[in-house]
RNA sequence: GGGGAGGUGGCUGAGUGGCCGAAAGCGCCCGCCUGCUAAGCGGGUGACGGGUUUCAAGCUCGUCCGAGGGUUCGAAUCCCUCCCUUCCCGCCA
């Protein structure tokens, strides 16, 4: 969320940076009500103070062995009569101040262009060289049925629409594949490696600003008011929730390979062919905790070590910086990578990169202490995918397609898979 | 699942109704001392919010001793509910 303080002096940039992202903050009504709540406040801490000041008097002359004056202790109990509805006006307030500010988004960085939807995001840079085909390259779920990696029919059956089931070679390439990029993050990045919970708290899922505007996205498991994780950033970006770091800690960068569980609820009709948008799915996830003025270039790293991974695999891809209303309600900055799936004949995204500045880290309380003796502050932080397991399955599968419908293993990967270089 | 113990500041930990935002120690900061470092000596050091202030500092008021409620003129302290930690027993991969 954005700092109370912020919006009080500059509620014409908060209003603006809400409709650059398409969306509404309820500016006026959190004016309004915040002024409502310091004439409570003051109000409320005067009265506080007499009831105190006035106790503390009874309390001493009881020391010295005097009963208290019945007039004075029936006047205090009114008092507290008093200080009692003061405060739980202001409380009312306080609470409605929070429901409010949890629905303001963050406002885009300036370096981030205008724009209402996927048009309007800017290419930054492509690497690879899409492959030249000599026959017409097939998508991944026509050769991976063939193959019979894919058990697309079996997996309706356990579960329902949007899950899917890998098998034999399948499944070995896409641990491979997850194996190879956590290296790759740990051995090559330098990120330590998590295996946090997949289910948390409601509170985690409002810290990373996936609740409350965005609960319908979310498998709720009623047991324990507790959510499946929409993705790893949720449990490791709360890992240090309510903590204060100390400031030499600082970048602390964290990898993990989780799986991801999303009800699209919002996509009906999208991707349901091919193994593209699952309710469940896997991705080796980048999460980083920065100082304040370090965010941006951790940025442009974070989304570089995720293209270390594409480039490794020999893929085509492309960097897009999203525009204002391509982005999401948390992000002050955002990429996409998209890589390029020669059987679709189009781009899938593989990666989102963003930096939150210390939105997220105020909504869980994630502090540091810039040098001993220094008051803290919030840290900024930052997340990117590196990469979604499904997708870049998929590019390998059409990228690395033989005119037979078998798949060549792609170099990196062949020691992961003990030297098994062919899916025949 | 059954029974016991416990949750206090950055950390350890004292505190059973007012003199407690809280002893002591550690850590940290400033100074002194020392050829340097360490040791030693002296002082300081919680978070959040309101007011004051151009900003900051400062001053001032309030809240916070796991969370929420209650009793009381007054609660870290007494009562209730919940959460969590830990130990013993049971169950279990």
Known sequence: MLA???IRDHPELV?????????????????????ERRRLVGEEERLRSEQRARSAEIGRSARAGAAPPPAVTAELTTLRGRVGELESRRQAADQELDRLLLEVPNVPHPSV??????AD??????????RAFDFPPRTHYDLGEALGIFDFERAVKIAGSRFALLR?????LERALAAFMLDVATRRHGYVEVSPPYIVHRACMVGTANLPKFE????????????LIPTAEVPVTNLYRDEILDGDALPIRHVAWTPCWRSEAGAPGLDTRGYIRLHQFSKVELVAFTRPE????????LVEDAEAVL???GLAYRVRLMCAGDMGFAQWKKYDLDVWAPGLGRFLEVSSCSCFGDFQARRANIRFRPAPGERPQFLHTLNGSALALPRTLDAVLETYQAADGSIAVPEVLRAYLHGEDRIA
Request: proline letters at 4%; glycine letters at 14%; zero cysteines.
């Open 311 to 313: 480039q490794a695999l």
């Open 216 to 227: 319908a996205d979310a498998f709720h498991v009623a047991e324990g008011d507790r959510f």
């Open 168 to 172: 034999g070679a399948g499944a070995r």
């Open 113 to 118: 262009p205008d724009g209402v939807g996927d």
């Open 121 to 130: 995001n800017a290419v930054v840079r492509r690497g690879g060289v899409p």
């Open 15 to 35: 209003r603006e940076g809400a409709r650059r992202k398409g969306e509404t903050a309820p500016v006026d009504q959190i004016l309004a009500l915040d002024a």
């Open 4 to 6: 109370l303080s912020f």
């Open 294 to 301: 370090a965010s941006l270039d951790q940025l442009e790293r």
